[in-house]
């Protein structure tokens, strides 16, 4: 059974630049989650997706938005971007609630 | 909104050492996981705690999770090599969908 699946891994920026990273989860998994990594701050939870509706949403400007189609694969995109946006971004699917999040190899994305 | 602690945030121990890092949630929390993510790596899920008062034991580490369910500690028996990395509890409410992670304790082992 294949992986969380995260396109691209690495990514440069330019500030003022928008972005979309791709997560495709594991088959079967409805529920989608991005985290924003950065060192020292731990795993910053963005939005959960289910079913192709945002169910939850971290603390996060509105330059970061996201979608999920109907077969669960997941975007999200950050418009105007900023230095401070340099970071790690894992993806994680998961069967259900309760259940364990298997989380993507990440996108980490520079900006420069 | 719910809030989880992680503590200590960096912990260097000599191989050999034990090691235990601690878990407090501002909410009563349905379960908790605990999670492992190598230097360069993503992380991964290591175990599941569900009960009041569980406690479960992989090997050398030894998950438990407090009879009110606010809090968890994780500990690792004789630290090896292998064991570096940083540990996440994530703890997860009944109602809500969201698993919220701790900041997570960075282990380093020196040899």
């Known amino acids: 059974k294949a992986g969380v699946t995260q396109t691209p891994r690495y990514l440069i920026k330019t500030r003022g630049q928008q972005v979309t990273l791709s997560c495709s989860p594991i088959?079967?998994?409805?529920?989608v989650s991005w985290y924003q990594q950065t060192p020292g701050q731990g795993l910053q939870f963005l939005f959960e997706?289910?079913?192709?509706?945002?169910?939850n949403k971290g603390n996060f400007p509105g330059r970061f938005s996201g979608r999920q189609f109907s077969n669960s694969r997941s975007e999200m995109n950050v418009s105007t971007l900023e230095l401070g946006d340099s970071a790690l971004y894992l993806c994680?699917?998961?069967?259900?609630?309760?259940?364990?999040?298997?989380f993507g190899q990440g996108t980490r994305l520079t900006v420069v | 909104g719910q809030q989880v602690m992680q503590i200590p945030q960096y912990q260097h121990v000599q191989e050999g050492e034990d090691f235990t890092t601690y878990c407090n949630s501002s909410?009563?929390?349905?379960?908790i996981q605990w999670y492992k993510q190598r230097p360069g790596g993503h992380p991964v899920f290591l175990i599941q705690?569900?009960?009041?008062?569980e406690v479960k034991k992989q090997k050398r580490l030894t998950f438990q999770f407090g009879e009110a369910k606010k809090n968890s500690s994780l500990h690792i028996t004789a630290t090896q090599t292998t064991d570096v990395g940083t540990y996440f509890c994530?703890?997860?409410?009944?109602?809500?969908?969201?698993?919220?992670f701790g900041s997570g304790t960075q282990l380093t082992v020196l040899p």
């Open positions: 994680a699917s998961r069967q259900g609630r309760n259940t364990e999040a298997f």
């Open positions: 088959s079967g998994h409805r529920s």
């Open positions: 997706y289910f079913s192709e509706t945002q169910r």
């Open positions: 909410t009563t929390l349905s379960n």
């Open positions: 705690l569900v009960k009041s008062g």
């Open positions: 994530a703890g997860g409410s009944g109602s809500a969908r969201q698993l919220t």
